[in-house]
């Protein structure tokens, strides 16, 4: 029963989604597990794309960006859901924190109008998917996963998971071959695209390049 209210909560959260610009820097945040669906509506974004002239769906996708506020307030929810000890939510926390550094990720539901030609992982799919900044630079993912099984976790925490679509995981690098961030700090948004000879969809998120920021010393929660 709690799952699925968490589960009705969070699809009335991203009905409202994106109501904000979005911090991208480091910094120390205090949530409690209640924050949580409020946090995965700000950083989640979908699309129900239609063709009119050809009277057919192209893409149902909702893509999370697990940003570095969003894996804070994932953390915490998951923590007090698995009743997690202190020092096993701080080393949790602190893993994932410095992941962000190194990529960044998002957690993908989709499917088109034809499902198997819908799985990014197939050679043979419709669809390729970038990460584009304000300036039309774009970044193809170093790691796409599809999670052909996902667990209680995924189902509970991203409720867009379902029978109908393809889950996956998208990583992106946070930096350039060149050194440059692949999301400059003073980006103003960032869109996820997904794209191929059936069209494209663009998911994006507005950001803040002023929103203050800086790692804390201690990965701890609040």
């Known amino acids: 029963m709690a799952a699925r209210s968490l589960a009705i909560a969070l699809a009335i959260a991203l009905a409202g989604c994106g109501s904000r610009a979005l911090p991208m820097r480091p910094s120390a945040r205090s949530f409690t597990p209640d924050d949580y669906p409020r946090l995965y509506g700000d950083w989640t974004r979908g699309s129900n794309e239609f063709a ?14 697990e940003s570095w506020e969003f894996r804070w307030a994932y953390v915490v929810r998951y923590a007090a859901d698995y009743s997690l000890a202190t020092h096993d939510r ?94 400059a700090p003073d980006a103003r948004e960032v869109v996820l695209r997904f794209t191929g000879a059936e069209g494209t969809v663009d998911l994006r998120w507005e950001l803040d390049p002023s929103a203050p920021g800086e790692a804390p010393a201690f990965a701890g929660a609040d």
């Open 52 to 65: 009119f002239d050809r009277l057919e769906d192209v893409l149902h996708v909702t893509a999370t960006f």
């Open 90 to 183: 701080t080393r949790l926390l602190r893993s994932t924190l410095a992941d962000a550094q190194e990529r960044h990720r998002f957690f993908v539901t989709m499917v088109g109008n034809r499902y198997r030609e819908s799985d990014l992982t197939d050679p043979g799919s419709a669809w390729r998917v970038l990460l584009v900044d304000p300036a039309g630079r774009q970044t193809r993912p170093v790691e796409v996963t599809r999670l052909r099984r996902p667990g209680a976790a995924e189902r509970v925490y991203f409720p867009s998971v379902s029978v109908q679509r393809h889950t996956f995981r998208v990583a992106f690098p946070t930096q350039h071959e060149d050194g440059t961030p692949v999301i």
